[in-house]
């Protein structure tokens, strides 16, 4: 049975179910953070798979254990994007603070390695392409979104409903559309930076 508001009470339901639905931007940088996570735990289990060196590789050691040597020193970059997209979903602030500067840093990489896209389109090699438009394309749109006045307000909600605001962010899984799209693009940008 749906429940009936009537005035005030009813305007402020609607501001919080208003400040649920997540900007654009949010659900970009979401998505950004949690693909590069899928990328860095799929790409030693994909070099094992194409016969490639992992990118940790210790001479004495198998494949296997290289392979593993790998995934475990990717751990602590996967749970810093883990945590930061999470961040983003419940409205943190600290998370809009650390995605900003992850994105500045990532979008001059991205300018980085026009260079050495350059150098592998010579050599008929466009896989450093992917990652390019990824970092030069989303980096400087998200730290532009995270600037404007909705994403302003996700994370700074008015302080009376501030508290239920986050719990009831907290408590809505992400879509499926969100994860089905987070796994393509991690797994593409696993197979650029292995292919190159």
């Known amino acids: 049975m749906k429940e009936k508001f009537t005035g005030p009470e009813r305007s402020g339901v609607q501001r919080v179910e208003e400040l649920l639905r997540p900007p654009r931007v949010v659900v970009l940088a979401v998505l950004f ?5 899928v990328q860095l735990l799929t790409m030693p289990l994909l070099a094992r798979w194409l016969r490639q060196p992992p990118a ?3 001479p004495w050691l ?6 593993l040597l790998s995934l475990l020193s990717a751990l602590p970059f996967a749970l810093l994007l883990a945590l930061c997209g999470e961040g983003m979903r419940r409205g943190l602030v600290w998370a809009r603070h650390v995605q900003v500067a992850l994105n500045t840093l990532l979008a001059l990489a991205g300018l980085a390695g026009v260079y050495t896209l350059w150098l592998d389109a010579r050599r008929g090699n466009y896989w450093p392409l ?5 970092l030069v394309g989303l980096s400087p749109l998200i ?3 995270l600037h404007q006045p909705a994403a302003r307000q996700w994370f700074n909600p008015p302080p009376e409903l501030a508290l239920r605001i986050r719990q009831r962010r ?3 899984p992400p879509s499926w ?9 991690g797994l593409l940008e696993a197979l650029a930076g292995l292919l190159r």
């Open 143 to 145: 730290i532009w979104g």
């Open 130 to 134: 992917v990652t390019l438009v990824t």
């Open 56 to 58: 940790l590789s210790l």
């Open 62 to 67: 198998s494949p296997a254990l290289n392979t």
């Open 177 to 185: 559309s969100l994860l089905l799209a987070t796994l393509g693009l």
């Open 33 to 37: 953070d949690w693909s590069l996570l």
């Open 170 to 172: 907290a408590s809505v």
